[in-house]
């Protein structure tokens, strides 16, 4: 899985399994944001919708139990 962390100037930050890849801004597509799961096919990165929305709610659910225990 490939999830953009963040962006740094014209770098995009990607998370991967074998460890953190830095790609040009430019590559991406323009609506990508912060925690997107990205795939790489053919020769270009699209936002892998249902994956990123799984990934969202399971960490809303983590944080709504963590919250919970204080």
């Known amino acids: 899985m490939i999830i953009l962390e963040r962006f740094e100037g014209d770098i995009a930050v990607l998370e991967t399994d074998d ?6 801004r ?3 597509p323009e609506e990508a944001c912060d925690g997107d799961v990205l795939v790489f096919s053919g020769d270009c990165w699209s936002i892998d919708r249902e994956k990123t929305n799984e990934r969202r709610a399971a960490m ?8 919970k225990k204080k």
Request: glycine fraction near 6%.
């Open 26 to 28: 430019t590559e991406l």
């Open 19 to 24: 460890g953190i890849a830095n790609v040009s």
């Open 60 to 67: 809303r659910s983590r944080m709504r139990r963590l919250i």
